[in-house]
Each structure stands twice: as structure tokens, then as C-alpha cells.
């Protein structure tokens, strides 16, 4: 996630055993029992997508990356004892060099984007109901675009303990939603402003 509006890049979750109204909505989760943490305080930390015909057509998003870092309970509050949860791919844009990475951000993480587009060919703006339609300079049909809009994240983490070694650590194991996706996406409405918090 971004850096630049938190202390030291990190973002605390909170653990949570409430049934969350939005499960149900957005689709199977796996059973996370007692291990499931929440990060809600979202705001500002992405942009603000306003879908209408004065600011569009936008592309895809940008891709971000979340990155999670551990420490036992008693260690929260000491930024130093943090390790990072392991087995996570490299985030795409730390290996660009035409991207500005931040010294200090971690490298690893998984890539998401807060909106997708999808554009097609139309004869007409009655064909475009539910997107952004733009005529051709011709007069002779136009596109229409889509939006497809990031309402929720949730990434798997398991324990592993290594007996050899005395330690154990938390590794990666892909996204909750279906096929592994770490992310569910809603048609976005046109009209509507997207805030991301």
C-alpha cells in the first residue's frame, strides 16, 4: 500500500470475529476461524475515480501492491520486530525503472488495481446503458466504457512452524475469493463517485 500518509509505511488490522455483512455479498471466503484481521481507515490512501462523461475515459488503473508484516502482540508497537510474511511475489512496479519506488517501501507483495476498464465498440449511446459512451469524429458509432471497481481485498496467510530451527513465520497462500483472486470487483455505476475508504 502506499507510504506516504502512515508512520513508518505500516497500517495496523485489527482482529475481528464479527460476521461482516459484506462476506455473504461478495462471495465464498475461506474459513479463516480465529485469524482474521481487518483494515478499514482506507482513506486517502488511493485516488478518487469520479465516473462521468467530463472525466473519462480514465484507462486501468495503475497497479498498487499490498505488502503484510507481523509481530506478536507484545511487539506491535515496536516497528524494528516486524518481519515480513513470506512467500509473496515481487510487486511489479518496484522492478520498473521508470517507476519511482520508495527507498524504504518493501519490494514484495501482491498487485491489485482499484478500477479496470474495459472498452467496445458501439453503433450507438443506446448500446452503452451501463458506461461511459464517446462518438467517433465521425458521426458513425462511438466507444463504450466500463468500469469494474475493487470493493474488497482479503489475502490468506498461514503459520508454519519449523521445528528444526526453533521459529516459525507466516507465509503467503494466495487470495480468498474464487481461483485464488485476492480481490472482488463490482460494476461500477455511472454517475458515482469512488472514494476507495
Not at 86 to 99: D, I, M, V
Not at 142 to 163: H, S
Amino acid at each position: 500500500m502506499p507510504s506516504q500518509n502512515d508512520e513508518a509505511g505500516l497500517q495496523m488490522m485489527r482482529w475481528t470475529n464479527e460476521e461482516n455483512a459484506q462476506e455473504a455479498y461478495l462471495g465464498e471466503k475461506v474459513d479463516v476461524g480465529d485469524n482474521y484481521f481487518l483494515v478499514q481507515q482506507t482513506q486517502d490512501y488511493f485516488p478518487v475515480l469520479n465516473l462521468d462523461q467530463n472525466h473519462g475515459p480514465f484507462g486501468s488503473a495503475s497497479p498498487l501492491c499490498i505488502h503484510i508484516d507481523w509481530a506478536r502482540q507484545e511487539q506491535k508497537k515496536m516497528v524494528d520486530m516486524y518481519k515480513t510474511v513470506l512467500g509473496f511475489p515481487n510487486c511489479t512496479n518496484s522492478l520498473n525503472p521508470k517507476f519511482r519506488w520508495q527507498q524504504n517501501d518493501p519490494r514484495t507483495g501482491v498487485d491489485f488495481k482499484v478500477w479496470k476498464q474495459h472498452a467496445q465498440r458501439v453503433d450507438s449511446e443506446s448500446q452503452c446503458s451501463d458506461g461511459l459512451y464517446y462518438a467517433n469524429g465521425n458521426g458513425q458509432g462511438g466507444k463504450c466504457y466500463t468500469y469494474m471497481i475493487l470493493k474488497r481485498i482479503c489475502l490468506m496467510v498461514a503459520f508454519k512452524d519449523y521445528p528444526q530451527t526453533s521459529s516459525y513465520a507466516w507465509e503467503y497462500r494466495g487470495g480468498c475469493y474464487g481461483s485464488g483472486e485476492i480481490g472482488v470487483y463490482e460494476k461500477g455505476v455511472p454517475g458515482t463517485t469512488f472514494m476507495f475508504d
